[in-house]
T-cell receptor, first 110, second 115 residues
């Protein structure tokens, strides 16, 4: 069946460090892929998405490229800020529903 | 656009009691979803409505769970005879019907604690 695997956290970085959060998926065909972010005490917010292979989604300095060869959708940011501390979820879209990974907690220290 | 709202935000109940949660989607979004999120995990799909029709239910949704969306606007999720294993965050999301991949917008969730 369809599934999403994310790197386990927490990921702890210093401010201005480079961020990578790995996400791989198993699916039939080429589903659309999403990154959602959950800030402390808040609901899930869409961060970015990509709907077909080789698409790059980007928002707020975050980027992710849909790689069908490696079935991956890794999240990257060149310079993280303390305000980026949150839990990040990778998800794939299948038959109207989202299938999420288990989430990766990011902690950015000043 | 006021976003997806959910009420209550927190609910504490005793085992065996019934609880009901409400979700108000973004206006004019005709698709509505319920998910459940337990601590340290990603959300898991429960059920999906298009307008007032419930089109899919997960096997996670036991007979004690029922969801409705009368008139295709707000939705309710009821859990009967709650069990401690029902303790979780219940998330509602809505999306417009665009003909392609619909982006789902989530509410803040209702946190249920069953004692």
């Amino acid at each position: 069946g369809n599934s999403v695997t994310q790197m386990e956290g927490p990921v702890t970085l210093s401010e201005e460090a480079f961020l990578t959060i790995n996400c791989t998926y198993t699916a039939t065909g080429y589903p659309s892929l999403f990154w959602y972010v959950q800030y402390p005490g808040e609901g899930l917010q869409l961060l970015l998405k990509a709907t077909k292979a080789d698409d790059k989604g980007s928002n707020k300095g975050f980027e992710a490229t849909y790689r069908k060869e490696t079935t991956s959708f890794h999240l990257e940011k060149g310079s993280v800020q303390v305000s980026d501390s949150a839990v990040y979820f990778c998800a794939l879209y299948s038959s109207y529903k989202l299938i999420f990974g288990s989430g990766t907690r990011l902690l950015v220290r000043p | 656009d006021t976003g997806v709202s959910q009420n209550p935000r927190h609910k504490i109940t005793k085992r065996g009691q019934n609880v009901t949660f409400r979700c108000d989607p973004i206006s004019e979004h005709n698709r509505l979803y319920w998910y459940r999120q337990t601590l340290g995990q990603g959300p898991e799909f429960l059920t999906y409505f298009q307008n007032e029709a419930q089109l899919e239910k997960s096997r996670l949704l036991s007979d004690r769970f029922s969801a409705e969306r009368p008139k295709g606007s707000f939705s309710t999720l009821e859990i009967q005879r709650t069990e401690q294993g029902d303790s979780a965050m219940y998330l509602c999301a809505s999306s417009p019907q665009t003909g392609g991949v619909d982006t789902q917008y989530f509410g803040p969730g209702t946190r249920l604690t069953v004692l």
